[in-house]
């Protein structure tokens, strides 16, 4: 067999790939493939793992996107436009993100704070809670609005907020459905009540401006429609008339054709207006943008 050094050129490999395009090897080869990889696993010397750790360094990498200069001005350039275009948001992220947590650690606290100054809160006491409402009302029901609770929409309620020195006590403690506590807040009970009434007050003069709006809208449409019925009316009796006319011509005979012609033309005339009056047109179609 001739010794040298063989040169695989783009030709050669793209030859030898089609010669083996659609060949597959059989399932007996490929046990035996298998079961001499197992055999002899393939292991590289300390050497070799070198050649090919140099192979692949720096430039020889196929993902080497320039690397980093030995020039310190250039790199400082570099460095620059990295810190332009990523630092500062990041900055401003992690800044937002550790006055997010600050914020819930200080509510946190508050919260705390407040949970201890109310006293201890017994399970015993919130069963005490449910228990009386239960037999006050019949059903779990909303000591705000009175309507029955749903399932998993039940909160125990403090009647005087820990926020303004209640107390975890029975006598202020309640069970409330979740849109009531939630639209309580920090509020006491007599000033929730004074802002549902407010609110309702409020809601009853803004639904009387829309149906005071509705009433003024549904005068002005039959505003019109009266202007449009006595248009119809005055047109009408101008047909009349004419079709008396036209009647009275034709009963005269004589040769007053071009006569006749003429009034029949002026009352199709004064059928399309009607028409036109009683049936408007419908608005046209916007006009398809430009492309």
């Known amino acids: 067999m001739p010794k040298g050094v063989y ?9 030898a790939a089609e010669a083996r395009r659609g060949y597959r090897h059989s399932e007996e080869t490929k046990l035996k493939m298998k079961e001499a990889k197992r055999l002899n696993p393939q292991k590289f010397s300390q050497e070799t793992r070198k050649k090919f750790s ?5 430039e020889k990498h196929w993902n080497w996107k320039g690397g980093v200069s030995s020039d310190k001005k250039h790199n400082s350039e570099l460095y620059k436009i990295w810190c ?14 550790i006055d997010k947590i ?8 508050k919260y705390k704070a407040l949970k ?14 449910y228990e009386d409402n239960i037999k006050k ?17 039940d909160h125990l309620e403090h009647k005087i907020p820990l926020s303004k020195g209640g107390n975890n006590l029975y006598h202020n403690l309640a069970v409330a459905c979740k849109k009531c506590n939630l639209t309580k807040h920090a509020k006491t009970e007599k000033e929730y009540r004074v802002f549902s009434i407010f609110n309702f007050v409020k809601r009853i003069a803004e639904m009387e401006e829309r149906m005071a709006q509705g009433l003024n809208d549904l005068e002005a449409t039959v505003s019109s429609l009266v202007t ?16 008396a006319q036209l009647q009275a011509t034709i009963a005269a005979g004589g040769d007053n054709d071009a006569e006749v ?31």
């Open 116 to 129: 201890k100054g109310g006293g201890k809160l017994s399970i015993e006491t919130i069963q005490l809670v």
């Open 228 to 243: 449009v019925v006595s248009q119809v009316k005055t047109m009408v009796s101008g047909l009349q008339a004419q079709i």
């Open 7 to 15: 040169i695989q050129t783009a030709e050669h490999i793209r030859n």
């Open 261 to 291: 012609e003429s009034q029949a033309q002026a009352i199709k005339a004064q059928v399309d207006t009607l028409n036109g009056i009683v049936n408007p047109p419908a608005p046209a179609a916007p006009a398809a943008p430009a492309s």
């Open 84 to 97: 332009k275009k990523y630092r500062k948001s990041k900055g401003r992220k992690r800044k937002s993100y």
């Open 54 to 58: 140099e192979a692949h360094k720096g």
């Open 102 to 109: 600050e914020r819930l650690r200080f509510h946190r606290k």
């Open 137 to 153: 009302f019949g059903t779990l029901t909303c000591y705000l609005c009175l309507e029955p609770i749903k399932f998993k929409e």
